[in-house]
């Protein structure tokens, strides 16, 4: 089993930062990819940022050049550095990873999420 705990959301004002950590425990041989998610009042899931193994990122349009991911690869947590955060990103913010639990074995997990609220 692998659980992933996120943390750091909260309410913020317009113009402000948050920072979000996921933290992955269990059974972890490997883990590839990992992601932020997130999902607004009535709309679908959306990915936010992802990162690779090797530290390499991509970004939503939507949140690029105020959206930071990162990665601790020793303590297998993922972090989104959120700045100039605007209403529209409020949402419930899920993080993702892509887990090998032995060689042959693969599968993605999930945290609960964590609720942003941008608002003033």
């Known amino acids: 089993q692998v659980q992933l705990v996120e943390s750091g959301g909260g309410l913020v004002q317009p113009g402000g930062s948050l920072r979000l950590s996921c933290a992955a425990s269990g059974i972890i041989f490997s883990i590839n990819d990992m992601g932020w998610f997130r999902q607004a009042p009535g709309k679908q899931r959306e990915l936010v940022a992802s990162i690779t193994s090797s530290g390499q990122p991509s970004y939503a349009d939507s949140v690029k050049g105020r959206f930071t991911i990162s990665r601790d690869n020793a303590h297998n947590t993922v972090y989104l550095q959120m700045t100039s955060l605007k209403p529209e990103d409020t949402a419930v913010y899920y993080c993702?990873?892509?887990?090998?639990?032995?060689?042959?074995?693969?599968?993605?997990?999930w945290g609960r999420g964590t609720q942003v609220t941008v608002s003033s």
């Open positions: 993702n990873a892509d887990v090998r639990t032995t060689v042959f074995r693969r599968s993605v997990y």
